[in-house]
C-alpha cells in the first residue's frame, strides 16, 4: 500500500492506496453526456490529492467513505490538472466509511513536477503551487 506522499507522476497503473473521500465536486457530462466525471479531494494520513472519478464512480462514492484503489495512475487529466484516478486498467471499491485518521496538506496536484535530470523515467517535486487544494479551499 502506497502512502499518498510518496505518488509522483507516472504513465503507469501502479499506484494501490487507500484514502477517505473529504469532497466531491460537481459531475460534470462529456461527450454528449455520456461521460461522466467528477473531481474529489482524498487524503490519508500522509497527504491529500485530487482524485478523478468516472461514470458510475460519480454516483457510487460520497464524502466519508474509506476507498481502496488499485493499479490507478497519478498523471494529468484532460483538463491539463494532474489527478489521480483508477484509469482503464485500475479499480476503485469502497472499504469503509469514516473512521480514518487524514491530512490535507500537503496536496500532492498542487506541486510542480519536473523530469528527473537523473533519471528520465521519473519525475520530481520543483516547488509548490499551494499546500492546499486550490479547487477545494478550506472552510473557514
Not at 107 to 113: D, G, L, R, T
Not at 117 to 123: A, I, L, V
Not at 125 to 136: A, K, L, M, R, W
Request: charged fraction near 20%; aromatic fraction near 8%.
Amino acid at each position: 500500500m502506497l502512502s499518498l506522499k510518496d505518488i509522483a507522476p507516472s504513465a503507469r497503473n501502479n499506484i494501490n492506496a487507500r484514502f477517505i473521500i473529504l469532497e466531491k465536486g460537481t459531475i460534470t457530462s462529456e461527450g454528449g453526456g455520456q461521460n461522466k466525471t467528477c473531481l474529489a479531494l482524498v487524503a490519508d494520513e500522509s497527504a491529500s490529492v485530487h482524485f478523478q472519478l468516472w461514470n458510475e464512480e460519480c454516483d457510487a462514492f460520497k464524502p466519508g467513505d474509506i476507498v481502496h484503489l488499485s493499479n490507478g495512475i497519478f498523471s494529468y487529466s484532460r483538463s491539463n490538472r494532474l489527478v489521480l484516478r483508477a484509469g482503464k486498467r485500475g479499480k476503485v471499491e469502497k472499504v469503509g466509511e469514516f473512521t480514518m485518521a487524514f491530512v490535507e496538506s500537503p496536496n500532492m496536484s498542487e506541486i510542480v513536477w519536473v523530469p528527473d535530470p537523473h533519471n528520465s523515467g521519473k519525475f520530481v517535486q520543483e516547488s509548490v503551487i499551494s499546500p492546499i487544494s486550490g479547487i477545494f479551499p478550506p472552510l473557514v
